[in-house]
């Protein structure tokens, strides 16, 4: 059974009692030292009987799997027979395992994007340990996230993670959609951040004011200046990207409030999984569910909205409306042009 937080305490105030083997450990003191530390750390009492339960459980046998070589004499005391032993020494117990193979294969996920060497070698450190474990080749994988193969960013993860980490300027050469040329910018990196599964670079360039956005498929060269001084930009991303859908923040966008009126099999989707934290539903009935956002519009706020087809209506604002019916209406135009041919 794995360990919980207030055992995995007791077990370590205990452990840490036994360490000190200048002290002779009876029951009466061992219970004194550790249900005192106890009650500082959780304000809990704790009993004689918790720490004849918790002893045996540390005890070769017991559901911990530390297998401690506790022993009690009337001259000793409660001690470690084998000198130098702590309870995080041990192996890993068997469900400990479980748990950690299926967090390497969620943190696989991340290495497969070149997120970062090091996150390699704690892969094969972690799983060094688990080798002996019982089950190691049989262990099922029950978790998988959806990945894009074959991402024309993934190259880039590596370097502009470290370029982070280690506050480095780069010279960026970025070609966007649309343009003849690529832009060449002087950068300072920030924060990598990962939307409709592409990446995105947020730095401050010294080509406009505020925060820019990469995104990694369009990166063609970035070069360390090391001459440069790097500076931190005040950047904190649960404000940055409060009111937004997606990666693009509208410099001069007000907060806005925006309705959206689905129909019931949709609207079902919409109110189990919200389109946005500021979600609020408004009105529902067995045809319809009216909700409101507070965002401001940006272009994945569109694309999202687009992605619902016809079982979405834009109430408000007007803007937002019009500029959902102009797409759509250009959409439907191609349509039926290839109808009409």
């Known amino acids: ?169 780069l010279r960026l050469r970025y070609q966007p959609f649309g343009m003849p040329e690529a832009l060449v910018e002087t950068v300072h990196p920030q924060l990598l951040k990962e939307f409709n599964r592409r990446w995105f670079l947020l730095a401050t360039s010294t080509a406009r004011p505020g925060i ?13 200046m090391p001459e440069e001084v790097y500076q931190q930009a005040d950047l904190q991303p649960e404000e940055y990207f409060r009111d937004v859908v997606g990666v693009s923040v509208p410099p001069d966008g007000a907060v806005q409030e925006i309705r959206l009126l689905f129909r019931q099999g949709r609207g079902n989707y919409v109110r189990t999984k919200p389109l946005h934290p500021s979600q609020e539903v408004l009105r529902e009935t067995v045809d319809e569910l009216e909700i409101a956002l507070n965002l401001r519009p940006n272009r994945e706020l569109e694309t999202l909205i687009l992605s619902f087809g016809d079982e979405v209506e834009v109430l408000t604002p007007a803007t937002l409306r019009t500029s959902i019916a102009n797409r759509m209406q250009s959409g439907a135009a191609r349509y039926n042009a290839e109808v009409a041919a």
């Not at 688990?130 to 074959?150: M, N």
């Not at 820019?212 to 360390?224: G, N």
């Open 1 to 169: 059974m794995p360990i919980t937080k207030n055992a995995g305490l007791r077990y370590r105030l205990i452990d840490e009692c036994l360490q000190r083997r200048q002290k002779i450990w009876t029951p009466a003191r061992l219970l004194e030292e550790v249900a005192r530390k106890f009650f500082d750390s959780t304000g809990q009492k704790f009993s004689k009987s918790q720490l004849n339960q918790d002893i045996a459980a540390m005890r070769e046998g017991g559901s911990t799997g530390y297998n401690a070589p506790i022993a009690w004499t009337r001259d000793e005391g409660y001690h470690y027979t084998e000198p130098g032993f702590s309870i995080h020494n041990s192996p890993l117990v068997s469900d400990d395992a479980a748990v950690l193979r299926q967090a390497l294969a969620a943190l696989r996920q991340f290495q497969g994007l070149g997120l970062s060497d090091e996150l390699n070698e704690v892969v094969q450190r972690v799983e060094g340990h688990l080798q002996s474990q019982v089950g190691a080749a049989t262990e099922p994988q029950i978790i998988w996230f959806e990945q894009v193969p074959d991402y024309a960013g993934t190259p880039w993860l590596g370097r502009l993670y470290q370029a982070i980490r280690a506050r480095q300027v």
């Open 212 to 224: 820019s956005q990469y995104a990694l498929d369009r990166v063609e060269e970035a070069v360390i």
